[in-house]
């Protein structure tokens, strides 16, 4: 039972030299338990962010010489800290993101608590670079615009995590951006701009969730959201958090914690929708020659009772630097002009597909029944049966493969009509169908089209899928790769079609950026 633990705490951080004094000790307070369910009141909002950020960053000789953590409080935050292998940095840390967390390590109570605090607010370091203009790439530090958000979002106190409405840690970006629809609707190229610079740097660390690409249904609006902006402060404390990704980890570790999931019961439904598909509990502990990617996915198609290639297959490899470089014609007929309204790391309309999906896929805005040519020679596949506002067929709705031969295969989704089938040989410039909205394409009709690894001849007569819910089965193909578009830019008033990466390409969403977005014309 606690005794008096509140009032230690308060002397501790109210007397500096009796901090010091105590910090000589061996033990602090014989690991006395807080009260259940208030440990995170017990010290102000930016006292226990700064607390739990000290833990979570310094290493055993900062805790013990610098901070003046007693030895065993140290050792045993770092023991915890490292996870199972012992071994910080590495993917089984567990980071702590409450306070209750921190004091039930033995030998941690109030003493080592004020120390950590004291450190943290004397060393405002620890935290991220306040993001000023002056900080961002020239391209966006010279935009008024992006400058005028940046301000504003750092102008609303209720996004300040650290308790300080001068400064801007990362994740106040991310609330900021999450809730960036209370900002003029101007503003989004900008907004998409900022996301794509505070991700384009990730060292990914597993599955997460991109706030970029959520659906529109949770910028800002409903329980989820408050889920993510609840998670955006409870993940401040991580040194190796991103800002605009939820991982996997942090999101299992918030599922874990009681007092948040009765805090925030939607975090399940979070979990449900995104953490099951995207974590698909595939552990694979020999990956042999193939990249770990591939191998989980290998693994993870076995699993559910799909037959992949006996031999070695191309898309077993990474992707061939000569594929990748080669520019795909956009897949309109010559002169058609399309707008492309989601692009890497940018906002998307609502769709069934996950981050993954997205990276590396295009949605090219184009009229109902706008041509769709092949942008490759190969063999057709086509999923025929996709409805509007659906997730059938993967969410993709009317889909079709065409199979390269070397182990990758373009997609194109969301069509209204065909006008090759199964089995079919096609070439490059061939009409294969017509642009539509089928699927979970939402409301504007377009061309959702990206490459992909197939790991299995696709099989469209049994693996057709109809449902109104999001659905977690696997198509016969890997998730998106990154390649090469020939276009001509007509925004910036090009006549000649230049080679344009899939990583390069800029837009937003769909409903609020027709006159922002590029434009391009088929070469």
Known sequence: MRHGWLATLALALALPGCIAAAGEEEEDGANDAFVSGKADGALGDADALR?????????????????????????????????????????????????GELDAVSYVGPVALAHLVAYGAARPDLFDPSLRPASLPAELAGDPNAAGLIAAIAGDTSLAIDGDPATMISNEWELGLLFAHHFAAEQAPHITALRGYLVANDPRRGPFINIGTLYRGLFGEGDLADVIAALAHRTAVDPMHIAGRIYAPELASALADRDFANAYPAVQDLADEFLAVWNAHVDVTDPGTLPLDRAQVRALLQLRGIATFDTAYPADRPMPAALAATAFPLPFPTGTEIVCMQGNNSMSAQASHGPEELRYAL????????????????????????????????????MLLIDLHDGYALLYA???????ATGQSVVAGQQVGTVGNTGAAGADSHLHFQVVGLFRTPDPAHEKYHSDVPIAHDGPFNGPEPFVMSAIDVTDGDAVAHPIASTAFVGGEAANLRGAAHVYRAP
Do not use: C, E, M, W
């Open 363 to 398: 949605d090219l805005n184009a009229l109902p029944l706008t041509p769709v040519v092949a942008s490759a020679a190969g063999t057709a596949y086509v999923y025929d049966d996709g409805r509007p506002d659906s997730y059938d067929n993967f969410g993709y709705g009317n």
């Open 414 to 420: 969301h069509l209204s009509t065909f006008t090759v």
């Open 51 to 99: 607390a739990l950020r000290v833990a979570n960053t310094l290493d055993l000789i900062a805790l013990r010489d610098t901070a003046k953590v007693a030895k065993r409080a140290a050792q045993n935050i770092v023991a915890r800290r490292a996870g199972a292998d012992g071994v910080l940095g590495t993917a089984d840390d567990r980071p702590f993101y409450t306070l």
